[in-house]
């Protein structure tokens, strides 16, 4: 059963990861690609969790106005996500999206009240030093980069509080509502501004790639990783999840050919970034356990 289970993370991080590709395949704007994206996933999660599974979706409305709002964070850190891939490439997106392991080391003390871990400053240096250099060597991807980070802070903030409401309420109803509020969030700029008419011109290509990306690439994912938590530690979970940008770096780099090949300093800080963050990872669950051991 723990072999399956691996097998079955390392597939949802491996479909995490080619979210990018499609975002690139398809031609929508960030903003009409997010809305049907979390329109679509909202339905389909609904219709899992209540006639598939049986299960209840009422929730109290105290908690409701709470995940919408975290639903609002996920939605501008998705347009970020994808305005990022759309002004630079895949590549720059998802090395970018690395530094929210820095953003949460930042957050997390804060919002739980706990101690900085000295570890996690060094991470931190690490990462910023890595950042940097890519910002140097990319420098004709500003406008990628800059998104790119600002997506990986939104992200932060999103895991943080999403912590905080978990065990509230069924996992697959906080998914639900924080989508679906972000969808709310979404259509109401979309009609501040004039540009929902837009949702009604979308090309049956663009259609269908929506389609895939919401179901099999997102709410799938998200359902089978709440699935895994009874196999796996949420320490393996956390750690598989920092090979997302891996997978997708590579797949960008046989799908898309020239226009993701990026300069040897890129990949050098990228592996860095990442390895710094895998590291962190396993230095904090040998503490964990030692402290473990140490109350027994």
Not at 44 to 67: A, N, T
Not at 127 to 152: D, K, N, Q, S, T
Not at 216 to 238: D, G, H, N
């Amino acid at each position: 059963m723990l072999k399956s289970a691996q097998f079955r993370l390392h597939l949802i991080v491996f479909l995490w990861g080619f979210t990018a590709i499609l975002g690139k395949l398809i031609t929508l704007e960030a903003l009409q690609l997010v809305w049907f994206r979390m329109l679509f996933a909202s339905l389909f999660l609904y219709v899992v969790i209540r006639f598939v599974k049986g299960r209840s979706v009422e929730v109290d409305r105290k908690l409701l106005l709470k995940l919408f709002g975290i639903g609002c964070v996920m939605a501008l850190h998705w347009l970020c996500f994808f305005y990022s891939i759309k002004v630079s490439n895949v590549s720059i997106a998802l090395s970018c999206l690395s530094t929210s392991t820095l953003f949460a080391a930042i957050i997390e003390p804060l919002v739980f009240r706990r101690k900085v871990d000295w570890t996690e400053i060094v991470m931190g240096i690490v990462i910023v030093a890595c950042i940097l250099a890519i910002f140097r060597a990319e420098f004709r991807y500003v406008e990628g980069i800059v998104f790119g980070i600002l997506c990986a802070l939104l992200g932060a903030i999103f895991q943080v509080f999403n912590g905080k409401l978990y065990g509230s309420t069924a996992s697959g109803n906080i998914i639900l509502y924080e989508i679906f509020g972000g969808w709310l969030l979404i259509t109401a700029f979309m009609i501040g501004t004039g540009q929902i008419g837009e949702v009604t011109s979308v090309s049956a290509g663009n259609f269908g790639l929506v389609l895939v990306l919401a179901s099999l690439f997102t709410a799938y994912p998200m359902f089978e990783s709440i699935r895994l938590m009874k196999y796996i530690s949420p320490f393996t979970l956390v750690l598989t999840v920092n090979l997302e940008p891996v997978y997708g770096i590579i797949l960008a780099f046989f799908i898309f050919g020239q226009s993701e090949h990026m300069s040897p300093v890129f990949y050098v800080a990228s592996f860095v970034m990442i390895l710094s963050i895998v590291a962190n990872g396993i230095l904090k669950a040998r503490k964990n356990k030692r402290n473990a051991q140490l109350t027994q």
